[in-house]
């Protein structure tokens, strides 16, 4: 009852070829799931930032939970795919002061003169952002490998149905 394994190991240009040869929509996915990947240090380090940098403790931690990944639309017949990372603000998300936290604010007043304060600046997104800046430019050809293996992996098991 021996089964027989077979691996056939793909270069630059096999790869480069089967990438083409997919339709549009599913490069599409490939290269949002590889950015998806990527993103991944990037917002646990924003996120650990902004635990550590917040001056009052957080009830709620709407900011903190709302910092994640969304891909952008594009037209169905674009390759082009592109996407965000920070303070999302949207359905179940509560982000809307992600800047303020970030940049800051100036001295505030109203119109009849009262203050409001001002909000000192944390930097924690610019700071989670310099800090794993490398490692994201380091480890794209690997997140696009992993996507692809997991688009391959997803596709074997549909064929095996």
């Known amino acids: 009852m021996s089964e027989q394994v077979q691996i ?12 083409k ?30 635990k550590s940098k917040m001056k009052t403790k957080s009830r709620r931690g709407n900011l903190e939970k709302s910092i ?10 674009s390759v082009f795919a592109a996407a965000k990372v920070g303070a999302r603000r949207f359905g179940q998300y509560r982000g809307f002061h992600g800047h303020l936290y970030d940049a ?33 430019i380091n480890d794209s050809q690997d997140n696009m490998l992993a996507a692809l293996d ?7 098991k549909k064929q095996n149905k």
Do not use: C, W
């Open 8 to 19: 056939q190991l793909f270069g630059v240009k096999e790869l480069d070829e089967f990438f």
């Open 21 to 50: 040869s997919m339709q549009r929509i599913d490069q599409r996915k490939l290269i949002i799931e590889s950015y998806r990947i990527g993103s991944k240090p990037l917002i646990e380090t924003s996120r650990r930032l902004l």
């Open 68 to 77: 994640g990944f969304v891909p952008l639309r594009s037209s169905k017949n």
């Open 104 to 136: 800051g604010t100036t001295s505030r007043t109203t119109k009849k003169g009262f203050s409001r304060g001002s909000m000192p600046a944390t930097h924690f997104f610019t700071a989670a952002l310099a800090q794993t800046e490398t490692q994201l």
């Open 150 to 156: 997991k688009q391959i992996q997803r596709n074997l």
